[in-house]
């Protein structure tokens, strides 16, 4: 079975999935070799988008394509990502990670956060698609332990994903997207430094960037998918960067794919 990567997208605005840019070629770019023989047989997602208390995992057969936001343009919620689901591994995967509690999860879907990538880095939606919720009542360190014991499902050929941002701070937007502030540079400079180094505490205790961490992350939804790709990498895993950039002053698109 082939040892399949974990990557953590840097997703932006929705209004990506409508749109050709370097944002969504920078997707593609990333997972351009897995076709053919090094094609997924599975992908989990942790999306920041599915936050909220409790472990739940999609277990439907046809997962709806949730249109989680407002004020966009009617092409964007016309857009629909028809992923099948996989009922029985969303079971084997509650199975194997016993005595964890996850639900099995019956009306959640596919939202913006996994499917305004996917349809560009995996534009057929042929590929049995699962999310993973982010249990909102635990910790940072909880839920890189949790990407460690995802980390086994690599080698059965499923491919792990995240998808957030690293800087995402809705409140400091600038639509003019001038020079970003400078602890949007800081916190942007730390996480990539961090990466490369593979220096995994620092990234789980990124409260201690002090007032570039509180820029960065005002809220953990965005950045915790980050610690359970990491959480899913292996030291041998080959990093790779892509959209290594802020956009709008205070989202940093940067993308990572390890193996």
Same mark, same amino acid.
């Given at each position: 079975?082939?040892?399949? *990567? !974990?990557?953590?997208?840097?997703?932006?605005?929705p %209004?990506?999935a409508?749109e050709?840019?370097q944002?969504?070629?920078?997707?593609?770019? @990333?997972?351009?070799?897995l076709?053919?023989?090094?094609? *997924?047989?599975?992908?989990l %997602?942790?999306?920041?988008?599915?936050y909220? *208390?409790? @472990?739940?995992?999609? =277990?439907?057969?046809? +997962?709806?394509?949730?249109?989680?936001f407002?004020? &966009?343009?009617?092409?964007? &919620?016309a857009?629909?990502?028809?992923? *099948?689901?996989?009922p029985?591994?969303?079971?084997?995967?509650?199975?194997?990670?016993?005595p964890?509690?996850?639900?099995?999860?019956?009306?959640?879907?596919?939202?913006?956060?996994?499917?305004?990538? @996917?349809?560009? $880095?995996?534009?057929?939606?042929?590929?049995p698609?699962?999310?993973?919720s982010?249990?909102?009542?635990? =910790? $940072? !360190?909880?839920?890189?332990?949790?990407?460690?014991? @995802?980390?086994?499902?690599?080698?059965?050929?499923?491919?792990?994903?995240?998808?957030?941002?690293?800087?995402?701070?809705?409140?400091?937007i600038?639509?003019?997207?001038? +020079? +970003?502030?400078? $602890?949007?540079?800081?916190?942007?400079?730390?996480?990539?430094?961090?990466?490369?180094?593979?220096?995994?505490?620092?990234?789980?205790? /990124?409260?201690?960037?002090? $007032?570039?961490?509180?820029?960065?992350? +005002?809220?953990?939804?965005?950045y915790?998918?980050?610690? /359970?790709?990491?959480?899913?990498?292996?030291?041998?895993?080959?990093?790779? &960067?892509s959209?290594?950039a802020l956009? /709008?002053?205070?989202?940093? %698109?940067?993308?990572?794919?390890?193996?």
């Amino acid at each position: 079975m082939q040892l399949q *990567p !974990a990557i953590f997208f840097g997703h932006g605005s929705p %209004m990506n999935a409508i749109e050709q840019n370097q944002w969504t070629a920078g997707w593609q770019q @990333l997972v351009a070799d897995l076709a053919g023989a090094h094609r *997924p047989k599975a992908i989990l %997602m942790i999306s920041a988008h599915w936050y909220g *208390p409790g @472990l739940k995992i999609t =277990a439907q057969q046809s +997962p709806k394509t949730i249109h989680d936001f407002g004020g &966009f343009p009617p092409a964007l &919620f016309a857009k629909q990502y028809p992923a *099948p689901g996989d009922p029985a591994f969303a079971a084997a995967i509650i199975e194997q990670l016993k005595p964890l509690e996850i639900s099995a999860d019956h009306h959640w879907g596919f939202d913006h956060g996994s499917w305004s990538v @996917l349809c560009h $880095a995996f534009a057929d939606a042929d590929i049995p698609l699962l999310q993973l919720s982010i249990d909102s009542r635990q =910790a $940072a !360190a909880w839920h890189f332990a949790l990407g460690r014991q @995802l980390a086994f499902l690599r080698e059965q050929g499923v491919l792990i994903l995240g998808s957030g941002n690293i800087v995402h701070n809705l409140a400091r937007i600038d639509w003019h997207d001038g +020079p +970003p502030p400078l $602890a949007a540079q800081q916190f942007a400079g730390f996480a990539r430094q961090a990466l490369l180094a593979r220096d995994w505490p620092a990234l789980i205790n /990124y409260q201690t960037q002090g $007032a570039a961490a509180r820029f960065a992350v +005002p809220h953990p939804d965005h950045y915790l998918p980050l610690l /359970y790709v990491i959480g899913a990498s292996l030291q041998s895993d080959e990093i790779t &960067f892509s959209n290594d950039a802020l956009t /709008y002053g205070s989202l940093d %698109m940067l993308s990572v794919r390890f193996g």
